[in-house]
Nanobody
């Protein structure tokens, strides 16, 4: 059974930074693309960033470009999301997800395993 465990969330003032981590159990981690999504209260879950299995290809939603960075360490079965220049509207539960294959896009249906989420709260 594949399990994803996120960590690193917390409370931060606007302009601050956080680094989220997601460790994935199971083998062949590099065979799967990974993604980060978020869900704010009263809103639908939305795509934030994705990275291919090799780590060579990344993609971001427009409103985080230049502020967030996705990366992975295949030796540690871990994917990261560095959040810089945080804004109050970044407040949400952040979820990592494992893709169906090495290349993923921004659709939730491209992912079949999800973590439990980690709360990020940004105060103004």
């Amino acid at each position: 059974q594949v399990q994803l465990v996120e960590s690193g969330g917390g409370l931060m003032h606007a302009g601050g930074s956080l680094k989220l981590s997601c460790t994935v159990s199971g083998r062949a981690f590099s065979n799967y693309g990974m993604g980060w999504f978020r869900q704010a209260p009263g809103k639908e879950r939305e795509f934030v960033a994705a990275i291919s299995g090799s780590g060579r290809t990344t993609s971001y939603v427009d409103f985080v470009k230049g502020r967030f960075t996705i990366a992975r360490d295949n030796a540690k079965n871990t994917v990261y999301l560095q959040l810089n220049s945080l804004k109050p509207e970044d407040t949400a539960v952040y979820y990592c997800a494992r893709g169906l294959g090495p290349i993923v896009d921004d659709r939730p249906t491209s992912f079949n395993y999800w973590g439990q989420g980690t709360q990020v709260t940004v105060s103004s």
